[in-house]
């Protein structure tokens, strides 16, 4: 039993975290496991009408190429056949094919054969392991059509989007495809202050725990959110970046009413860094303030030893005098010697405690 405890003392101090939060390397290739199928969606519509639909396979997307109408694939679940098949059709560079389905890749943005192409990752928070998840993925945007390649077809952040789409009426349906590729990197970007709003909350938990009763345990979920809020750095910083070289870039593909709304995506990338850096500061001193606690109860605990001691002293004093083994010791034969013995073994004591007192030493 003892055992275990031990190691679950110790795990949050294992280096799978530090790797998870530090791991890139673009040039080996993903271990990535296929999944059975590619699910596809897609959403075709302009300002009088709408059409989803799922496709069973990747070449029933093809007709959608040369639509008059605005239209949204998106791809969960990523195989290499599936992607380099859909690339190769809407005239997609080899090297952005390779971008999507490696892994591990940092947020950039790139303008090849006329389209758009941003890569970024989305986040989810993990309530049940307290930690922060990423999903890759990469959005392309052409004349009149965005491809948008998932990982996991379980979540994403896409669903305000997809209800707007529904909407007669709505910003969405009245623009081009720019504006719908805007709208799904600006859900991105919003998702990451709902992640950072979960962070605050176990933080302002945590510093209630080190103010209270800080312990080894405590010492553990600092790292472990210390390390959070740098991964969750790693992957919003460059997304301003990313950001930023959307809003350079002359491309006819966004259209300057659109500019606009890119600015406000800038505007909030800005807004998520300063807040990560400022939580990342928060940590800095969480771990200060444990530190000082653990010194201050330490120096509670040596106060009371030394004033134990200093009281024992005395009496240490007198019964080491009196213990001696000589023959000739003052009042050594003094029928009441015992008891002014005792007597001011226990007087000194009292009158070091008065002292103390009047001194504030405690």
Not at 331 to 339: A, I, S, T
Request: charged fraction near 25%; proline fraction near 4%.
């Amino acid at each position: 039993m003892r055992n275990e405890k031990y190691l679950a003392l110790i795990k949050p101090f294992e280096t799978r975290a530090t790797k998870r939060v530090l791991q890139v390397n673009p040039t080996i290739a993903p271990l990535r496991v296929e999944p059975e199928k590619t699910v596809i969606f897609v959403y075709e519509y302009d300002a009088n009408d709408v059409n989803y639909q799922q496709l069973e396979n990747v070449e029933d997307c093809y007709k959608y190429l040369n639509s008059s109408k605005n239209t949204w694939i998106n791809f969960d679940g990523l195989k290499k056949a599936d992607i380099d098949k859909v690339c190769a059709h809407f005239g997609i560079h080899p090297l952005i094919a390779e971008d999507i389905f490696s892994s591990g890749q940092r947020p950039k943005m790139d303008e090849l054969n006329h389209l758009l192409y941003c890569l970024l990752n989305m986040l989810f928070f993990n309530q049940e392991i307290s930690s922060v998840e990423n999903e890759q993925i990469s959005i392309v945007l052409g004349s009149n059509f965005v491809l948008s390649f998932q990982e996991d077809v379980t979540r994403d952040v896409f669903n305000p989007v997809r209800e707007k789409i529904k909407i007669v009426g709505s910003k969405v349906r009245q623009s081009k495809a720019d504006y719908l590729f805007y709208s799904l990197i600006d859900m991105i970007v919003d998702n990451y202050f709902v992640i950072m709003e979960q962070l605050g909350e176990k933080i302002e938990d945590l510093e209630e725990d080190i103010a209270r009763r800080p312990d080894t345990r405590t010492l553990a979920k600092i790292n472990m959110l210390r390390k959070e809020m740098i991964f969750l750095k790693r992957n919003i910083s460059p997304v301003r970046e990313m950001i930023n070289g959307i809003l350079r870039s002359e491309s006819n593909l966004i259209e300057e009413k659109t500019e606009k709304y890119f600015k406000d995506v800038y505007d909030h990338i800005i807004q998520a860094n300063e807040l990560a850096e400022n939580y990342r500061d928060m940590m800095i001193t969480l771990q200060d303030l444990y530190l000082n606690n653990v010194n201050l109860k330490m120096n509670e605990v040596m106060k009371v030893m030394a004033v134990v001691t200093c009281l024992l002293a005395p009496a240490t004093v007198i019964g080491g005098i009196f213990g001696m083994n000589f023959n000739r010791i003052p009042w050594l034969h003094n029928p009441n010697g015992f008891f002014i013995a005792v007597g001011l073994m226990l007087i000194i004591p009292v009158w070091m405690v008065w002292m103390f007192k009047k001194r504030g030493w405690f």
